[in-house]
């Protein structure tokens, strides 16, 4: 799939998301009033959360695509970063603390609820429209795990395209959040305690903090500069060390700079034969298999250098930083 391609399934994703979220959120918030349900309520910013997020992300891919320039010559795909950690921080701040908030005040001042049929009414056809968003982003994860030779889960914990796996993160989010709520109410209509109702809504909440979370944390690992996963590392330096006049490679490092861009760079020895029209038509050979290999690959910087004892070292903490948890 070419690159343009993928900006804009993961445009449509968004967009998809963000449509049915918006709907959903003003159905939640009217069954939310007419019931006097916590969960509801809760489930009602829960929608405008995401709805906020998916603006923010629609920013991320948007800004992030812009073409380099001569104050940014990498581009500024890590810009679009920027925006998914602000997405995921409202998800957080706004989304989170409501719930919780909201959930406590309804267990201690326990208001009467009142109709029920309203709330059952939206969360099934909140239920439906979720799914139809959702499936759309688990289409797209498919097949681009198919497009990198990974697992669907293998991809989605490694992937640099942080708007589908956010996406995919609140949806499932939001369909859990739709049965807990839905619990919560038939709880609380077959007791008539509205303690259930509110414990729901803590629950909701506890659930966006976890989602928001593991999103925030993983574009704060690509805001500092995450390499490769290890599969494709291995790939970069097979096909390095391929090139007729290269010894080894001594090494090499890997930058995702954006959801579609990767820089690479290598210490590389040559033969000690090798003419310098050899190292610079290495050089063109090697940046025409990995981009032919990888479309993703926008940088490849070679540097000839003799082989000397420890200059593995940046490629074993490559290798060992690929093994701690993400």
């Known amino acids: 799939m070419a690159e343009a391609e993928v900006k804009t399934e993961s445009v449509g994703t968004v967009v998809v998301a963000g449509t049915a979220n918006l709907a959903i959120a ?75 908030t909201h959930g406590v005040t309804t267990i201690l001042v326990h208001q ?52 589908v796996k956010a996406v995919f993160m609140e949806d499932t989010a939001a369909l859990i959040g739709l049965l807990i709520a839905g619990v919560g109410l038939g709880l609380s209509e077959l007791t008539g305690d509205e303690l259930y109702d509110g414990i729901a809504s803590i629950l909701i909440g506890i659930l966006l903090l976890a989602v928001a979370t593991i999103l925030a944390r993983s574009n704060v690992s690509l805001l500092v500069g995450r390499a490769v996963s290890e599969r494709v590392h291995r790939q970069i330096e097979h096909e390095l060390a391929a090139l007729p006049t290269v010894d080894r490679v001594d090494t090499l490092m890997t930058m995702l700079l954006g959801p579609d861009d990767i820089l690479v760079a290598a210490k590389v020895d040559f033969h000690n034969d090798a003419t310098g029209a050899d190292i610079e038509a290495a050089a063109d050979e090697a940046e025409r298999r990995l981009t032919e290999r990888f479309p993703e690959i926008g940088y490849v910087f070679l540097d000839p250098t003799r082989s000397m004892p420890g200059t593995d070292r940046a490629q074993r903490t490559q290798h060992e930083n690929e093994q701690a948890p993400d």
């Open 26 to 100: 003003a159905a939640k918030a009217v069954a939310g009033l007419l019931s006097g349900s916590a969960a509801m309520l809760s489930e009602a910013v829960h929608s405008v959360a995401d709805t906020t997020t998916e603006v923010l992300l629609y920013l991320a891919l948007r800004r992030g695509a812009r073409p380099a320039d001569t104050r940014h010559p990498f581009g500024y795909g890590k810009e679009s970063y920027v925006w998914a950690f602000l997405a995921a921080l409202f998800t957080f701040v706004v989304g989170a603390g409501f719930a919780i």
């Open 112 to 163: 009467p609820t009142g109709n029920y049929l309203v709330s059952y009414v939206v969360l099934v056809v909140s239920f439906a429209i979720e799914s139809v968003s959702l499936s759309r982003a688990v289409r797209q994860i498919r097949r681009e795990s198919r497009r990198w030779r990974a697992t669907p889960r293998r991809y989605l914990r490694l992937t640099a395209d942080t708007t």
